[in-house]
């Protein structure tokens, strides 16, 4: 199982298409906010202070939520091609067993995923330092670095699941398309999720992408927050927490990270378990 991992590994980084196009998402998140999006919110607290540390850390959470799904999706496309050139066939009648090469495929697409979480962390850290920011303490950064491996595992079972139904990589590149644009609104980067209607959040908050961008936040806003809004009322944090998507609410109740925490693990074990059922359905 190492050894295929480390051959999807190889094709994934020797196609940098395949590498770009994995990152499209996060390149037109990084295009609006730096020519539209960073400017606005950054006005709308102009009066405090710190606000362009608070709103680069904002989006850095959101870009680690959205890189786990794309970056991992990007590296199934190696399967998706192996089943339409029907080299599946090839592998699957060598020695090689058929858990261990979809073990090869999962492994693989996890590894990507969390690489490219760190090159996305790397690089934001840097953003936010030139912008007047701080690096993150050691304490934040170990935190940061253990969500990534969850939120990267949780993803890639969510994807793997979804890529099993696909035959042909037009229809894959559609999938991921398709995800691409609509995980920018689940993360509540486009759009605040506290300024959708209370039906619409309701329905982003069931997705498992937008607790591990509210995880992500909780972390990496901490400093932030305490600088901008040091000597506020606790309510205008917790409404600016609210607003920002920091923290989830179901009614009046905030979910606690434990429960997010919970509501990621519990999601990649339920899909990791269909995705067995599928494929032990198929072989027979």
Partial sequence: MIG?????????????TSVFFSLLAVFIIIGLYAL?????????????QGVRFLMDSWITAGLLAVTSVTTSMGA????????VKK???????????????????????YIIGVIMCLIALILS???????????????VLLKVFGLILLCTFTNTAMILFVVTFFESVNAFATASTIIGTLIGFLTGIYLPIGQLPEAVQWVVRLFPVTHAASLFRQVLMEVPVSITFAGAPGDTVASFEKL????????????????????????????????????SRKKR
Wanted: aromatic share 14%; glycine share 10%; hydrophobic share 50%.
């Fill in 244 to 279: 920002m998507g920091v923290k989830l609410y179901f009614g009046d109740t905030a979910v606690r990270s434990l429960v997010n925490i919970g509501i990621l693990i519990f999601t990649a074990v339920i899909f990791y378990g269909l995705t067995v059922l599928r494929i």
């Fill in 87 to 109: 080299i599946t066939k090839d592998f699957t009648s060598s020695p090689i067993k058929r858990k261990e090469i979809m073990g090869g495929y999962t492994l693989s697409a």
């Fill in 36 to 48: 539209f999006l960073g400017d606005v919110w950054i006005s709308s607290f102009s009066d405090m």
């Fill in 4 to 16: 295929f991992a480390k051959r999807n590994l190889l094709l994934f980084f020797r196609d940098k």
């Fill in 125 to 139: 850290q840097i953003y936010i330092v030139a912008g007047g920011g701080q690096f993150m303490s050691l304490p």
């Fill in 76 to 83: 199934f496309g190696t399967m998706v091609e192996d089943k």
